[in-house]
């Protein structure tokens, strides 16, 4: 099982970024993905879920309308397209497999993680 993030990068205030998940060795029937961020200091922040099975998604509050999640079943690869970014959006964001099919941002839940993409938003 590999998740491979990519997509990061420096970005103004109020400007775009798609970050991109690869994920290889189970497909997207049994399991949820998520994305999380995380800053120096601070816990891992769910940002959001996908799950195919559930046909369902779910974003963050402090996101909600700016940040929406997607996926390319054929690719195997889930997509955070972020936008109207906001300094505060800066943070090392990781995608993970979730345990289960129900949308969760509880990282206990999650067994797999990716390496993480480094997003700084600039004001």
């Known amino acids: 099982v590999q998740l491979v993030e990519s997509g990061g990068g420096l970005v103004q205030a109020g400007g775009s970024l798609r970050l991109s998940c690869v994920a290889s060795?189970?497909?997207?029937?049994?399991?949820?993905i998520g994305w999380f961020r995380q800053v120096p200091g601070k816990e891992r922040e769910g940002v959001a879920c996908?799950?195919?099975?559930?046909?369902?998604?779910w974003v963050a509050d402090s996101v909600q309308g700016r940040f929406t999640i997607s996926s390319d079943n054929a690719k195997n690869t889930v997509y955070l397209q972020m936008n109207s970014l906001k300094p505060e959006d800066t943070a090392v964001y990781y995608c993970?497999?979730?345990?289960?099919?129900?949308?969760?941002?509880?990282?206990?839940?999650?067994?797999?993680w990716g390496q993480g993409t480094q997003v700084t938003v600039s004001s």
């Open positions: 996908f799950s195919k099975s559930e046909t369902n998604t």
């Open positions: 993970a497999r979730s345990t289960v099919t129900i949308l969760t941002t509880t990282p206990e839940w999650y067994d797999y």
């Open positions: 060795g189970f497909t997207f029937d049994d399991y949820a």
